[in-house]
T-cell receptor, first 113, second 116 residues
């Protein structure tokens, strides 16, 4: 069965500093990995995905994530955080042979001015 | 990118009534759609997988008679919450899978259901 873990409920970063939001996964086949962001009372906004190819994936709003097969991780990163990045971030995984996406528990990112 | 819409965006109803939520893929066809439920400050819980022209597949613990799903066309799936109760109040999000390419899923903006 596929699963995804986000070990941090909350991450606090000062504006201008780099940020990392952690994600590890477990699938039986090749993983399709995703990051989504959710603002209050809104749906999910797609940030980036890894399907195949380069392990470093660049996405929207300056975010990037690195696929690490040996550590089964897909951490989200940004070199310089903005206050507007404050939101709820979800990592998600789909087994290449499965039909459904499973979400992590979410990490609340708080960027202080 | 592909767009998925949900209607209504917000609904308030009385306990005991039924509420229908629509999920539409606007610029692509989706054989498969998914319904998620999100509790406050919690993750998204997959409720069911909706397949066009066939019965939905429900996740363990989800009452199929309570949450009726119909996927009548390649662009529309509906979720009906029957005999709603206050504990059904939640944020419901649908997604539609585009069969082209890598079968990417696109998410709707969500529907906030409040049962009084």
């Amino acid at each position: 069965a596929q699963s995804v873990a986000q070990p941090e409920d909350q991450v606090n970063v000062a504006e201008g500093n780099p940020l990392t939001v952690k994600c590890t996964y477990s699938v039986s086949g090749n993983p399709y990995l995703f990051w989504y962001v959710q603002y209050p009372n809104r749906g999910l906004q797609f940030l980036l995905k890894y399907i195949t190819g380069d392990n470093l994936v660049k996405g929207s709003y300056g975010f990037e994530a690195e696929f690490n097969k040996s550590q089964t991780s897909f951490h989200l990163k940004k070199p310089s955080a903005l206050v507007s990045d404050s939101a709820l971030y979800f990592c998600a995984v789909r087994d290449s042979s499965a039909s459904k996406i499973i979400f992590g528990s979410g990490t609340r990112l708080s960027i202080r001015p | 990118g592909a767009v998925v819409s949900q209607h209504p965006s917000r609904v308030i109803c009385k306990s005991g009534t039924s509420v229908k939520i629509e999920c539409r893929s606007l610029d692509f066809q989706a054989t498969t759609m998914f319904w998620y439920r999100q509790f406050p400050k919690k993750s998204l819980m997959l409720m069911a997988t909706s397949n066009e022209g066939s019965k939905a597949t429900y996740e363990q613990g989800v009452e199929k008679d309570k949450f009726l799903i119909n996927h009548a066309s390649l662009t529309l799936s509906t979720l009906t919450v029957t005999s709603a109760h206050p504990e059904d109040s939640s944020f419901y999000i649908c997604s539609a899978r585009d069969n082209r390419g890598y079968n990417e899923q696109f998410f709707g903006p969500g529907t906030r259901l409040t049962v009084l």
